[in-house]
């Protein structure tokens, strides 16, 4: 089917790609934020790393109606 006939799908696939990079980005700076933690000591990279879980689950869990209204 011709793309210029049917704008959603651009609309779709330009909303993926900006999902995917935030997602990049945040997973990024988590993963940064964990690996500095542990480079100061241990017990702090244990606590940012349950920190950062209890942050990702709801925030994962949460897109996930967005994404599919």
């Given at each position: 089917?011709?793309?210029?006939?049917?704008?959603?799908?651009?609309?779709?696939?330009?909303?993926?790609?900006?999902?995917?990079?935030?997602?990049?980005?945040?997973?990024?700076?988590?993963?940064?934020?964990?690996?500095?933690?542990?480079?100061?000591?241990?017990?702090?990279?244990?606590?940012?790393?349950?920190?950062?879980?209890?942050?990702?689950?709801?925030?994962?869990?949460?897109?996930?109606?967005?994404q599919?209204?």
């Open positions: 089917m011709n793309e210029y006939l049917c704008p959603t799908k651009i609309s779709l696939n330009s909303r993926a790609l900006v999902i995917l990079l935030g997602d990049g980005v945040h997973n990024f700076v988590d993963g940064v934020a964990i690996g500095a933690s542990f480079s100061h000591s241990t017990q702090l990279g244990i606590v940012t790393s349950i920190a950062v879980i209890c942050h990702e689950l709801p925030h994962e869990l949460g897109k996930y109606p967005q599919y209204n």
